[in-house]
């Protein structure tokens, strides 16, 4: 028979995991031996209190086994010489973009404003020494979107808007620790992210995928309701080229207001004028 249980446990308690078997029983009043296998399925902190406790919720299986926990794993293959789509922005939104794509067999183009997620650290670091900012390279703007150098707190209050769990699962696969799909408030940590970031990119690569940091979208070439590709710049000086593509996934995020601005004041996010700011040297 499978239970589900909670243990109320003080933190030094809640560390000792080879004590969880002999509470479980007790709990159940029943001997550590009539207890053939359990699992902890979530954790939260109670710190309502002055006594802070961990709430640890089991599975717990007296006479059968425990299901197996199928790994929700992503199943990338080779897309070299598969429909492109381009991807614009490599934030979260991007970056499990294409990893989707791959998925379907698609071959997904990422253009990137910004740098990778380790130089992007560089840059951070003259906006807190000099206060120098690079308009395309900051806080909100390279590999691993906005946010990706603050915290890296993964939940969220709604469980409508898709399958959490599916993305919990992925940043598994690329690397996190396991915590992550047990925790009731998971959390990566900007120490962890980085390297996360760019596991989920090689990975990209690795399946014939294409990454183009430093370059920014200029536009968006439409002729017949049907997109044509885009031209871009490199955003640290450069003549403008085009990329060919018919299907685009525009993940720019919230920051990129030189995107919004354009594509709400011209029908075909054609820009008349060089509106993003390029590095000045
Ligand atoms: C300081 C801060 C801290 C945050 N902390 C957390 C947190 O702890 N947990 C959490 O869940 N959420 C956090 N967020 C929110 C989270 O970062 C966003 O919800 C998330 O980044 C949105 O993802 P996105 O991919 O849609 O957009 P973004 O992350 O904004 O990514 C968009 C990408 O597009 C690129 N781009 C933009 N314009 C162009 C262009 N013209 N050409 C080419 N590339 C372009 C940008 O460089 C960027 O990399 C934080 C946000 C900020 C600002």
Redesign the pocket.
């Known amino acids: 028979m499978l239970q589900r249980i909670e243990l109320v446990l003080l933190p030094e308690e809640a560390t000792h995991e080879q004590e969880f078997k002999n509470k479980i029983a007790k709990q159940l009043r029943i001997s550590e031996k009539d207890i053939r296998d359990f699992r902890l399925v979530k954790r939260s902190i109670d710190a309502r209190s002055k006594q802070v406790k961990f709430r640890l919720f089991f599975d717990v299986a007296l006479q059968e086994e425990l299901p197996i926990l199928e790994k929700e794993v992503r199943t990338l293959q080779d897309v070299r010489n598969k429909k492109p789509v381009l991807v614009?922005?490599?934030?979260?939104?991007?970056l499990f973009a294409s990893i989707q794509l791959i998925e379907l067999g698609y071959k997904p183009i990422l253009?990137?404003?910004?740098k990778d997620v380790r130089q992007r650290r560089r840059d951070l670091a003259l906006i807190s020494k000099l206060g120098e900012v690079n308009p395309?390279s900051n806080?909100?703007?390279?590999?691993?979107?906005?946010?990706t150098y603050?915290?890296?707190?993964?939940y969220?209050r709604s469980d409508k808007r898709g399958n959490v769990k599916r993305a919990l699962a992925t940043f598994v696969q690329f690397g996190a620790t396991n915590d992550i799909t047990i925790d009731a408030h998971p959390h990566i940590g900007t120490n962890k992210l980085p390297g996360i970031v760019t596991a989920m990119r090689e990975a990209i690569e690795a399946c014939g995928g294409e990454v183009h940091f430093n370059?920014?979208?200029m536009s968006i070439k439409i002729t017949d309701q049907q997109v044509q590709g885009i031209t871009?710049t490199p955003s640290e000086g450069g003549m403008d080229y085009s990329i060919d593509g018919k299907s685009i996934i525009l993940?720019?995020?919230?920051?990129?207001r030189?995107?919004f601005q354009t594509s709400t004041s011209s029908k075909y996010f054609n820009r008349s004028e060089r509106f993003?700011p390029r590095r000045s040297h």
């Open positions: 614009i922005g490599a934030g979260p939104a991007g253009i990137e404003r910004g395309n806080y909100c703007f390279g590999e691993g979107g906005a946010g603050s915290d890296g707190k993964l969220t370059t920014l979208l871009v993940a720019t995020g919230h920051s990129a030189d995107v993003c």
